[in-house]
């Protein structure tokens, strides 16, 4: 999938942590219960894309899934893209940042855990929370 936000290895290896780039473009994955958004809910704010600062997700989306890393049951329309994971022996949902492709974990339905039935397991380090207005244009969906 094409991407607005182009950059080499090089480049996003400078930009990252280790720990950023194994997750955010490797499609790595936080251990459960230890990234720093698992457990937070503001009020207001936004979530946005750790690598690109595309914004992805409001606070109003996230909930407590109890799945032991930070879950949305919406996104921003059009921000993030979903494809097909077969790694791992499994099928699943993969979920990136549309801007830069960024890996940000996997989206779930059927649960029933909110109204829209989507749960996206986000790793917290492919986020970054912003305490400010979401910007103009952002409407939450559903992305599947």
């Known amino acids: ?8 290895e090089a480049e996003w290896k400078a930009l990252l942590t280790a720990q950023e780039f194994d997750v955010i473009r490797n499609k790595g994955t936080e251990r459960a219960g230890t990234g720093e958004y698992d ?9 946005e894309c750790r690598a690109c600062k595309a914004p992805l997700y ?16 919406k996104c ?8 097909t994971d077969e790694s791992y ?4 949902v993969e979920i990136t ?9 996997h989206v ?3 649960e029933h855990l909110t109204k829209t039935n989507e ?3 986000v790793n917290s380090i492919s986020v970054r929370f912003v305490d400010a207005e979401i910007p103009a244009g952002m409407v939450d969906a559903k992305v599947i």
Do not use: I
């Open 76 to 83: 921003f329309k059009g921000q993030v893209a979903t494809h």
């Open 58 to 73: 409001s606070a109003e989306a996230k909930f407590n899934s109890g799945c032991g890393w930070p879950a949305f049951d």
């Open 89 to 92: 022996g499994m099928r699943r």
């Open 1 to 8: 999938m094409a991407t607005s936000v182009q950059k080499t």
């Open 108 to 110: 779930f339905e059927g």
């Open 97 to 105: 940042c549309g801007a830069c492709g960024g890996h940000l974990g």
């Open 119 to 121: 749960r996206h397991c």
């Open 39 to 47: 457990k937070f809910y503001p009020k207001k704010g936004y979530f």
